[in-house]
């Protein structure tokens, strides 16, 4: 008996001293601060920026695997370019054609970390139906309490570059730039 006595407080010992394994965290995007954009060389003449003004989904964060998902999508019909009749034209069919494309989304096929924070995530870009993968480079990592939500809450920006031609949205290339620089910045809030 004092033997048996000995294994299990032993056996408890083991397992409170233990460093507790993390479970991954789900974090939901915060619609009011996260604004995908996207700049293009407009005839040389300038640079155009314009953003997309709704995006939802869900990122997911495993720090002690060094693991995570993210999963986005963006209302394509949210484009704002900072004029009403330019917003319709960017939504035809030689650009978004929003008519049969509402939605582009981003799916995460790996999240890459540097420590603990995350500093690039692979996944595959679908607008317009077409489907590409892409690497977002990630600028800007932090996590940690929300002041004012009280809740843990990560905010990252990121971007990469894309040619519009691959996705069937290249009218006036290269005229107007074939290369469209996307940038997103993104809070998220634990859920």
């Known amino acids: 008996m004092k033997r048996f006595t000995q294994l299990a407080l032993a056996t ?3 397992a409170t001293a233990l460093p507790a394994l993390a479970a991954p965290d789900t974090f939901i995007i915060d619609t009011t601060h996260t604004f995908p954009r996207f700049s293009y ?9 314009s953003r997309f003004d709704k995006t939802s989904g869900k990122i997911t964060i495993d720090r002690a695997a060094k693991t995570g998902s993210v999963d986005v999508t963006i209302d394509m019909k949210s484009v704002d370019t ?13 650009f978004l054609d929003t008519a049969k494309y509402p939605t582009a989304t981003f799916k995460s096929s790996k999240v890459k970390f540097d420590g603990d924070k995350v500093v690039a995530v692979d996944g595959n870009l679908t607008i317009k139906g077409i489907t590409k ?5 990630v600028t800007s990592f932090k996590c940690m309490p929300h002041p ?3 809740k843990e809450a990560c905010g990252a920006n990121a971007s990469t570059v894309i040619k519009r031609t691959e996705f069937n949205a290249g009218k006036y290339a290269p005229y107007v730039s074939d290369e469209v620089t996307l ?9």
């Open 133 to 137: 993968p892409v690497t977002l480079t």
């Open 148 to 150: 004012m939500l009280k």
């Open 183 to 191: 940038d997103i910045a993104v809070e998220a809030v634990h859920e």
């Open 41 to 49: 060389s407009h005839f040389g003449y300038s640079t155009q920026l």
């Open 82 to 94: 900072g004029y009403s009749v330019f917003n319709g034209h960017i939504q035809g069919e030689d």
């Open 12 to 14: 408890a010992f083991a």
